[in-house]
């Protein structure tokens, strides 16, 4: 099987409020979903991408 994209790439995040203003105001995409990891549920899994779901845009972010 060959894969053309990546579906997303995560991270951690230290400041979930500073990783929102950077995402969203700097870079201009817009946060797409907010869950909490499966292993862990007090931390928060933060999705960003473009505006039209472009392939290779999602990051997502677990907020420690």
Request: aromatic share 12%.
């Amino acid at each position: 099987m060959i894969l053309g994209h990546h579906h997303h790439i995560s991270m951690y995040t230290s400041n979930a409020g500073s990783n929102n203003h950077f995402y969203n105001e700097i870079l201009g995409l817009r946060r797409v979903k907010v869950s909490v990891n499966q292993d862990n549920p007090t931390m928060y899994h933060l999705f960003y991408g473009d505006l039209t779901g472009s392939p290779g845009t999602e990051l997502s972010f677990f907020a420690r």
